[in-house]
């Protein structure tokens, strides 16, 4: 009876944990949302007019910031999304082309043509880098303004057009600021999901470790025009509503200053955060109010705020309000795994195919990297490859994994040759594996550094997530709950909250595997997983490795420490200079002379 109760408060205590932490995030936004829902009745029509403006940028800033803090894009030019709403709506509800439009179905068209041009914004960032991108967003920015310049008959030129006004009970200054601050809280309850999903959590190992990801299965490219479609939405519905509030629209309303206004608030923030950015957003709606001798200055006073935050505060406001990772770590702290919990993680099953390499070849300039490999990585069993520093040993990881494409040769899993070039196809496969050097996101806990590696086993859609709908839930359920079996499994679970970047250099290491554990991999590659740790850690490694063997994994590792290998491996292939030096098991690799001379040494 009494183990029965024990186990049935466990997911009591679940329950708690769940419900204490969502408050934990709730409560600032509700305290922020609570408050602007009084402004009317406690002020004047000035500052409602001045809260609406707020509530109509965040609408902006909330989808933005998907792009700039979570998939850390450089776009600088959304105000162009902006103007592009504004003067959808006002020219399908005025009439100026079509019939007139009702002013709720203006909006849905102007969303719509939001996501269109937020992917035709966003594509140069598949292609172009940082402040590259940066440019041809100001660029884009340019032209929709000169086009609303131009098109006269439509847009009014640089006189401009009405603004379209909303129905009763909205028409009111008051009714317009209950609408918007709806509108308000909507987005960031949407953005919020996302952020929270296995797509935000995608979108910041883009962001911070772009080479894992690829790893993991994840596309960069479908992950980013999604994320686009959804911020250009945003940002074109923000438009519309920055149109009713404003009654008359000119290009000269969408200014420079505005996209600043919407970069800098994500900035002063803090990357990876939602609370940070409306904090922003809210700062630098009202900071011309409190200083509007300065007006003028406007942009100038944003810079000034912008560097304040980056030396006192580089991670911004949400670095100020992360309280809970300023606690000191205990400081002798001892990776045990876990070895046992290996079974609910890992089918014991074997895979019934090999990963076969054929004569691959592959040269970078006049340098041949590998020269006629041929190399099998079998279910079950433990492969090394060893060689010293040059010969070739990562790079064969690579052509494996498919970042690099081999001039010659192929890559088979059984009968399936495995597309070259390709490294988000080889997760699908079950092949994963980790770096030389530890990929991980530093700003995100060590339990979200871990639910990474399941990202593509969840089954809802970003529609879904967005809307927080069942399948969602139930991704999110046992994306965690595997995510914390990992974590026991290499001996960090109690280390689920705490960000990456405080962890230890060996912690990382361990933390590396249990991401690539959240595949269920049949073939695992292990990159110097030893590289930095202590003799106690290497021994546990050691052991751990083989415990995975066991679960009917086939496991290459690249290593140099030649204790490691020649205590755990079946097989030892032994590279020079991009071509096999020898192969054979652990006894015969002892006894070769070559291998003794060239790497052994003796």
């Not at 057009?161 to 918007?180: D, K, Q």
């Not at 969602?472 to 994306?479: G, I, S």
């Not at 405080?502 to 590659?525: N, V």
Request: proline share 5%; charged share 15%.
């Amino acid at each position: 009876m009494k183990a029965d109760t024990s186990a049935a408060a466990i997911p009591d205590r679940k329950t708690e944990r769940h419900w204490r932490d969502s408050a934990i995030h709730v409560l600032p936004f509700l305290a922020i949302f609570g408050f602007a829902a009084i402004v009317p009745m406690v002020t004047n029509d000035y500052w409602a007019l001045i809260a609406t403006r707020a509530a109509i940028y965040w609408m902006l800033v909330s989808g933005l910031n998907l792009v700039v803090g979570f998939a850390g894009q450089l776009a600088i030019g959304y105000v162009a999304l902006l103007t592009l709403g504004a003067y959808t709506t006002s020219v399908l509800v005025s009439g100026n082309v079509l019939p007139p439009f009702p002013l709720f179905a203006a909006f849905g068209v102007a969303a719509l043509f939001g996501a269109i041009f937020g992917v035709i914004v966003g594509l140069p960032a598949l292609r172009l880098r940082t402040f590259y991108f940066a440019m041809s967003t100001l660029g884009f920015a340019t032209i929709v303004t000169q086009i609303a310049l131009a098109w006269q008959s439509v847009t009014g030129g640089g006189i401009g057009i009405a603004g379209p006004e909303f129905p009763p009970p909205f028409n009111t200054t008051t009714g317009l600021f209950y609408f918007c601050l709806g509108c308000a809280v909507l987005g960031t309850w949407m953005t919020a999901n996302v952020a929270h999903s296995r797509f935000g959590r995608a979108l910041i190992a883009i962001r911070d470790a772009e080479v894992a990801t690829e790893s993991l299965g994840i596309s960069k490219p479908k992950m980013l025009v999604s994320i686009f479609l959804l911020a250009g939405a945003f940002a074109a519905f923000a438009g519309g509503l920055f149109a009713t509030l404003q009654t008359y629209i000119t290009p000269d309303a969408f200014s420079f200053d505005l996209s600043v206004l919407f970069f800098i608030a994500i900035l002063i923030g803090g990357r990876g955060s939602i609370l940070g950015p409306l904090l922003g957003t809210i700062i630098l709606t009202l900071l011309p109010e409190f200083a509007a001798p300065l007006a003028a200055w406007s942009t100038f006073l944003y810079a000034v705020l912008l560097l304040a935050v980056v030396l006192v505060a580089p991670g911004g406001i949400a670095a100020l309000l992360d309280f809970k990772n300023r606690r000191p770590l205990q400081s002798n702290r001892a990776i045990i795994p876990r070895p046992a919990v290996l079974p609910e993680l890992l089918s014991r099953e074997s895979a019934h195919t090999t990963i076969a390499l054929r004569d691959i070849s592959l040269s970078f300039g006049a340098v041949r990297a590998i020269d006629g490999l041929n190399l099998d990585i079998v279910p079950a069993r433990i492969h090394g490859l060893i060689g010293p520093n040059g010969s070739g040993k990562t790079t064969t990881l690579n052509v494996i994994s498919g970042y690099y494409a081999p001039q010659s040769g192929t890559v088979s899993l059984g009968d399936t040759e495995l597309p070259r070039g390709r490294p988000e196809t080889r997760a699908e496969h079950g092949i994963a594996r980790t770096f030389q050097t530890p990929r991980t996101v530093g700003e995100a806990s060590v339990l979200q550094n871990v639910m990474i590696g399941g990202t593509i086993a969840g089954q809802g859609t970003l529609v879904e997530s967005l809307l927080s709908l069942p399948r969602h839930r139930a991704d999110e359920r046992m994306l965690e709950e595997t995510a914390r079996l990992a974590l026991r499994v290499v001996g960090l679970e109690s280390l689920a909250s705490v960000r990456a970047d405080r962890l230890q250099h060996s912690e990382l290491r361990f933390l590396e595997i249990a991401r690539a554990l959240m595949l269920r991999p049949r073939f695992l590659m292990l990159d110097e997983p030893a590289a930095g740790l202590s003799v106690d850690e290497i021994a546990r490694l050691g052991g751990l490795i083989k415990e995975i063997k066991g679960q009917g994994v086939g496991v290459l590792l690249v290593e140099h420490h030649a204790d490691l290998i020649f205590d755990i491996c079946d097989q030892i292939t032994v590279l020079n200079l991009g071509r096999v030096l020898a192969a054979g098991t652990p006894s015969e690799i002892r006894q070769h002379k070559e291998v003794v001379s060239a790497y052994l040494g003796g």
